[in-house]
């Protein structure tokens, strides 16, 4: 029996209120993790997650390829992705901005879970709780950027900043960079941000109003911010490349029934109620792709997970292309200059020579 060192890691993720913008939540976890066993080493683990739910029963699911791995039958796939690793002995801190729900998620999550505070839409938030970490931890072995609104009304963040791309793209981005000095000095640390397939989907990078000041568009803001989590992802791995240590990854759930559409406009939701059962799988799967991406030894960065089905909208977890747009090294590096600029967090990466 192969004997792995503990794993540690944080968590990001929202216990939503009524209005759906409540409680960004991270965890912070340690752990004996079974997905870990090629990798014989100490892990600490960093990432977030959205709409937390813990409710779910789970029940175990495995493939050949990818070791032990958790499923279930209910419950977000953002909260499996977090209790698969957490019940594989994982020390969980969930990071919430509501801390009484996230006391009340941490109390059913089995293991060893504790709560601290951190708002994704706000910047000083998110400082405080990378300070927070730093002050505790000298090494971080994952990143998991998983958090997100999606199909929000026009609104924004603490900030100003357009809601979507405010959340799913700048307060990870700088979560990321407020982390990063702690994660180059580990071999084989791993960023993982979660995109969509609605980066397909009236998506562009909009230089000339970024935060939808002029006219507004829930699904092409949306769209937005998963192609910035693309771009991220591409740029910071060309920048991680000369160190050798660690790597950037992305994955997607493709079409899973949670409720992260109760936001989208009703011409959208009720056809996705009809035709969910067809087109959409269970949270448990939507949470496989984030799952391979995070402890599956043999993912190389740069590389992007989403379901093997048809249009990725199901199936277990395979490599993935993004589009065409997505690849566009300058619009990447543009994007990295104007996201450092606007939340003030600079990376300790260079900008890299290469193509």
């Known amino acids: 029996m192969t004997t792995v060192a503990p794993v540690r890691a944080v968590v990001g993720s929202r216990v939503s209120d009524t209005h759906g913008q409540d409680g960004k939540v991270s965890h912070l976890i340690q752990a004996e993790s079974a997905?870990?066993?090629?990798?014989?080493?100490?892990?600490?683990?960093?990432?977030?997650?959205?709409?937390?739910?813990?409710?779910?029963?789970?029940a175990p699911w495995k493939r050949p390829d990818l070791g032990p791995w958790l499923t279930d039958r209910q419950g977000e796939w953002d909260a499996m992705v977090a209790r698969a690793l957490a019940e594989r002995g994982a020390s969980v801190v969930l990071a919430v901005r509501n801390v009484e729900k996230g006391e009340q998620a941490a109390a059913r999550i089995s293991g060893e879970v504790t709560v601290q505070a951190l708002d994704l839409t706000s910047l000083d938030s998110v400082r405080a709780a990378?300070?927070?970490l730093r002050s505790r931890y000298d090494?971080?072995?994952?990143?998991?950027?998983?958090?997100?609104?999606?199909?929000?009304?026009?609104?924004?963040?603490t900030d100003g900043f357009e809601m979507q791309f405010g959340t799913n793209h700048l307060g990870h981005l700088a979560l990321t960079g407020l982390l990063l000095d702690l994660m180059l000095p580990v071999p084989g640390s791993r960023v993982v941000t979660v995109s969509s397939t609605g980066h397909r989907i009236r998506a562009a990078i909009h230089f000339d109003d970024l935060q939808w000041e002029r006219s507004y568009s829930r699904a092409g803001a949306y769209g937005q911010s998963k192609l910035a989590n693309l771009m991220f992802t591409y740029e910071l791995q060309r920048r991680l490349a000369s160190h050798g240590t660690?790597?950037?990854?992305?994955?997607?759930?493709?079409?899973s029934s949670t409720e992260l559409v109760r936001n989208s406009p009703a011409a959208?939701?009720?056809?996705?109620?009809?035709?969910?059962?067809?087109?959409?799988?269970?949270?448990?799967?939507?949470?496989?792709p984030t799952l391979r991406a995070a402890a599956d030894p043999a993912v190389l960065g740069g590389q992007y997970y989403g379901p093997?089905?048809?249009?990725?909208?199901k199936g277990h977890p395979q490599l993935a292309t993004s589009s065409a747009q997505s690849y566009?090294?300058?619009?990447?590096?543009?994007?990295?200059?104007?996201?450092?600029?606007l939340t003030g967090v600079m990376f300790p990466v260079a900008q890299s020579q290469q193509n």
Do not use: C
Not at 35 to 58: C, M, P, T, Y
Not at 308 to 313: D, H, Q
């Open 35 to 58: 997905a870990r066993h090629a990798l014989s080493k100490e892990w600490e683990i960093v990432g977030s997650f959205e709409d937390l739910d813990v409710s779910a029963e789970i």
């Open 130 to 132: 990378a300070q927070a």
């Open 139 to 157: 090494r971080i072995d994952m990143l998991i950027n998983n958090a997100g609104v999606m199909y929000t009304p026009k609104q924004t963040t």
């Open 246 to 255: 660690t790597v950037a990854v992305a994955a997607h759930p493709g079409l």
């Open 268 to 288: 959208i939701r009720l056809p996705l109620t009809w035709l969910a059962p067809l087109v959409t799988q269970t949270p448990a799967m939507g949470a496989l």
């Open 308 to 313: 093997g089905g048809r249009l990725e909208f």
């Open 328 to 341: 566009e090294t300058a619009v990447q590096q543009r994007l990295w200059a104007v996201s450092e600029d």
